[in-house]
């Protein structure tokens, strides 16, 4: 009770403070806009288009008391309908100074169409890093110190325009860190997320929030940062709005810049309808844009099942197919060991990695990505302790393929994969588990390329690699002697894991064994060579001859998406 009566106490105390505050913030700001609208109506020239002001968050530093600069584009005619209060996304401030007036340097969707906003009375404004921001992103800054500057925000717009609905326009990364702390504002209208991007966020319960929210996404972006089916599911979760911004072909090139689906280019108009309408409170269509299509590569998240301690575990897996009917070639990439503070495990963010993708996509071939237990949304306990004293050197790889081999059971039932053009593939622990498969010979696989997979012991002093391996040797010889198809290695020579002498030896105890391979040993990359397998320009033109020497050639379009890629 004595509790209860303190908080309530103290909710109202703030209360009437903060209303205190409004009321003698638009007594000064109406006084100091006199003096300004009397010259501007005497000189009978209109304002610039962004009015720069300055805020008081209500937080200290060590340097003083914390600001942030708002630069504010009003329509002409000063009848506002709406605000949309858009914070930055970035760590350092984007309002730069010209000749000209004050210049925002961003490409999103919220400054490139605030002319267009204006004409349906929507101001925009725009909310710049605090100055005691020290480069950090809004999704690396505390909860509490984003959340009182965007209160702050609010309540000086609130004093300024009285009367006038602001809503929250976000976009990309500051998505997810500002949904985090709307249900503690007060003042706000309702929440549009632009190609909001989610991908550790899938865990997130936003059903706090009691403003309305719409997401408007892409489906046919290639901003591997914010894909698609993300923002579906955490709208259909979370009981928000979605619409799609669509195009008519999926985009060409990865990017989530200037010119790119992922920043709404080229749909102003509609874009700034959407707003209007679903700021108005009326209802709006599913999508804006053209017509029906498909998202990028046509993704697709889908669930498999895998024999567990008590019956069975649902385990995830990410599809892309590539343009066309199928059925198509299939690569099953299975990814490396994963620490439990990886955001796979930590944050359940989904497995998909585009970077090797695209490389398999665009010669015509579909490309799974299998979670293993406890990782993104898979059931089940995560496998990341081993034992260098296990009883084989190919333990560790035959365990981790009890999730592997379910997940090719599944595929080749469906009509859009040909069951017998299979490839395995995998990066680190991940290309070791389907060097192990090549060897039980699945049927319908046909070949493996491995990025960078063994079997470590880390028995040096400083931590590195030994200078020969035996127990990646004598795996891959094992493998060397049951295996049929052909296999292309991908190594470094500054392999964290393995020496280079390791890794020849393995290739070499492979091929004596009776194995076929093709080895790419490159000399030292920058960084660690162990994941040389986000290097594409590397290894593609190997990549295109062992895929050709197996049978497999892209489409003459396809292979100039080759050339043109970076």
Known sequence: MVWSAWRDGAV????????????????????????????????????????????????????????????????????????????SPNGQPAIKSTAGGPHIDLNGPWIRTSAVLEQKGIAVAFADTPDDAAGHMPENRP??????????????????????????????GEAVPVLDVVSRLEGVHGVIVVSGGFLKARTKDWHGIKNPVLLIHAPGAQCDAAPYPEAQYLARLNGFALVQARYPQTEFKPG?????????????????????????GAAVAA???????????????????????????????TLLFPDG???????????????????????????R?????????????????????????????LQNHFSTNDAAPLYKAKAQSADI?????????????????????????????????AGINLPGVIGVVNFSGGRTTNKTASGGPEYRNQMMIDGFSEVGKTAQVPALLVFTENDSRYSANTIKASQDAFVSAGGKSTLL????????????????????AALSKYLGDIGIRPLPQQERRVQADP
């Open 12 to 87: 109202i105390n703030r209360m009437v403070q903060r209303a205190w505050r409004r009321v003698f913030m638009a007594t000064v700001l109406l006084a100091a806009a006199m003096t300004p609208q009397a010259e501007s109506q005497a000189g009978n020239a209109r304002p610039v288009a962004w009015q720069l002001v300055s805020v008081d968050t209500g937080r200290q530093s060590e340097a003083g008391k914390v600001k942030l600069n708002m630069a504010i584009h009003l329509p002409e005619d000063g009848k506002i309908r709406h605000i949309v209060l858009y914070p």
């Open 256 to 280: 989530c810049g200037k010119g790119s689906q992922h920043v709404l280019a080229a749909l102003d108009d509609e874009f700034a309808a959407l707003v209007a309408r679903w700021l108005d």
């Open 405 to 437: 081999v379910p997940a090719i059971d599944y595929l080749k039932s469906r009509k859009e994969i040909d069951p017998g053009r299979i490839i395995l593939s995998g990066q680190s622990a991940g290309g070791y588990c389907a060097m192990y498969l």
């Open 143 to 172: 909860p509490l110190s984003l959340r009182r500057d965007l209160q702050a925000v609010l309540d000086y717009l609130a004093a300024r325009y009285p009367g006038v609905p602001v809503s929250l326009g976000l976009f990309a």
């Open 353 to 381: 990695d585009m970077i090797v993708a695209r490389e398999f996509l665009y010669h015509g071939i579909a490309v799974a990505f299998p979670s293993r237990q406890g990782v993104g949304l898979s059931e089940g306990g």
């Open 287 to 317: 999508y804006i844009g053209h017509g029906d299509m498909l998202p990028a590569w046509h993704e697709e998240i889908v669930h498999y099942a895998v024999p567990a301690v008590l019956g069975h575990a649902e385990l995830e897996m």
């Open 325 to 351: 009917t199928g059925p198509f070639p299939l690569l099953v990439f299975n990814h490396g060991d994963m620490d439990l503070d990886s955001p796979h495990v930590r944050d359940k963010q989904r497995f």
């Open 521 to 540: 040993l490159l000399p030292p990359i920058p960084g660690d060579g162990h994941f040389v397998f986000h290097q594409p320009q590397l290894w593609r």
